[in-house]
């Protein structure tokens, strides 16, 4: 992408700058390791800066470059970049609420099958729109949906499958797609926490209808807040972008006026013939774009995606080797068969018949400035939000609690050192030697 707006001069002048505010230097047992963070290049924020220069800040030309270059090295058919991923998620699921899609449109008290063990944006927008969760349980060793369950949920209001690819490690598209095209289900992968994850060599967020993304800082790329919809049914791309843009029934990007070449000549609704087609309302849609700044920033982030990704597998790896030495205490996690995982976090397990409480272990680690997260919600039937819900349980949640009681995870991402990994790992065994005392 062209930077246009600033000289040799200025650029130099400003990464001057730019390069003190962006190195990352975490020295273990003195600086606090967080679980997750950004890495940022110069080239980043020389595009955000240039973006900035051009005064269009909504969507722009940074926004298309941006779209097209995530749907290229994905292989999807169309991006659509929104302003997060918990919107990306609200916009992929609406748009299979819409009455386009006549009898496969997706209605209030239809049923959609998911996991309790998870993150809340990727159930919030059907739990909204009134459709009725049905909560699998989860395979300990993968800590992703146990397939063994699926065809048991599938009930007549059964319509689609929404779950995440769990830390960066996919689940069973195989079995999952072969389900979902029997019974034709829709299928949205929530692949915020997996970007350039892979399954039997294909990117995940490629095989479902729809897969989402996020770009929070805490993501395999940033740009501060932003997310995408990753449209592989062409079928469902004007109507995901009809709910990001207001539910307007206009396809014009911004800034564009009459792209269809009739903007004077439509009769829809009840509305006269030739009323403007950019004011015509086809859904009650949202306003969920993003700004030109971050598309900016995150096209620079997408030339080092790979270099990311590569630096998270490293990592996770590393902590792998070193903890195999602690399998009697945790259990760890694995790749689901023919997937290569884009590793969100390292999670570890501990084994039921191990005297050890969580809360202390996590407690002991934060003192010692390692940052830890949980699985998200846990089990989210247990949440407060949640309570009094109307929902289905198929089987127990037996790993699912499990994940929720025991379960806690460390960081991966590509501004940590082999140190920083080695001194989590050794931090852990201090306090599982003090614990034998």
Not at 141 to 160: R, V, Y
Not at 163 to 188: C, D, M, Q, R, V
Not at 220 to 249: C, K, Q, Y
Not at 262 to 274: C, N, Q, V
Request: hydrophobic share 35%; aromatic share 10%; glycine share 8%.
């Amino acid at each position: 992408m062209e930077i246009k707006n600033l000289g040799p001069k200025l650029r130099k002048e400003l990464l001057d700058v730019i390069e003190t505010k962006t190195k990352i230097s975490i020295k273990s047992g003195i600086d606090y390791i967080p679980v997750s963070g950004k890495v940022l290049s110069p080239n980043d924020i020389l595009y955000g800066v240039d973006s900035t220069i051009d005064s269009w800040l909504t969507s722009g030309r940074y926004t298309e470059a941006f779209e097209n270059k995530l749907r290229d090295y994905l292989g999807t058919k169309k991006t659509a970049l929104v302003n997060s991923g918990s919107s990306a998620n609200l916009a992929a699921f609406y748009s299979l609420t819409s009455s386009n899609l006549k009898d496969r449109a997706i209605k209030k008290g239809d049923e959609i099958i998911t996991v309790a063990a998870g993150f809340p944006t990727t159930i919030n927008p059907f739990i909204q729109f009134g459709c009725t969760p049905v909560f699998l349980d989860i395979d300990i060793n993968t800590h992703n949906i146990d397939c063994t369950l699926i065809e048991k949920a599938i009930t007549q209001k059964t319509k689609a499958v929404i779950i995440a690819h769990s830390l960066g490690n996919p689940f069973n598209l195989g079995i999952i797609t072969e389900i979902a095209n029997k019974y034709n289900l829709w299928l949205i992968e929530d692949n915020c926490d997996a970007l350039g994850a892979r399954y039997n060599g294909r990117m995940t967020g490629t095989y479902g209808d729809l897969g989402t993304l996020s770009f929070y800082p805490a993501h395999h790329i940033t740009m501060g807040e932003g997310g995408a919809v990753l449209i592989n049914n062409r079928r469902l791309s004007p109507i995901v972008l009809s709910f990001r843009d207001w539910g307007r029934d206009c396809f014009c990007d911004t800034g564009k006026d009459n792209t269809c070449g009739k903007r004077f000549d439509w009769k829809k609704g009840d509305l006269p013939y030739g009323f403007d087609h950019k004011y015509i309302y086809s859904h009650i849609g949202f306003n969920l774009k993003v700004t030109d700044m971050q598309a900016a920033i995150g096209l620079g982030q997408l030339d080092s995606i790979n270099s990311f990704i590569n630096k998270r597998i490293e990592n996770h790896n590393y902590l792998s080797i070193l903890f195999k030495d602690l399998e009697e205490y945790f259990i760890l996690p694995k790749a689901t068969q023919n997937s290569e995982p884009s590793w969100f976090g390292f999670l570890l397990t501990i084994r039921p018949n191990v005297n050890i409480k969580r809360h202390d272990l996590l407690r002991f680690l934060e003192d010692k400035k390692i940052g830890t997260r949980l699985l998200f919600a846990g089990n989210i039937t247990k949440q407060p939000a949640y309570k009094g819900l109307e929902y289905k349980v198929i089987g127990d949640l037996k790993n699912t609690d499990l994940i929720m009681n025991n379960s806690f995870w460390l960081g991966v991402w590509p501004g940590l050192s082999k140190d920083n990994l080695r001194y989590m790992f050794d931090s852990v065994k201090e306090f599982l030697d003090s614990n034998k005392k």
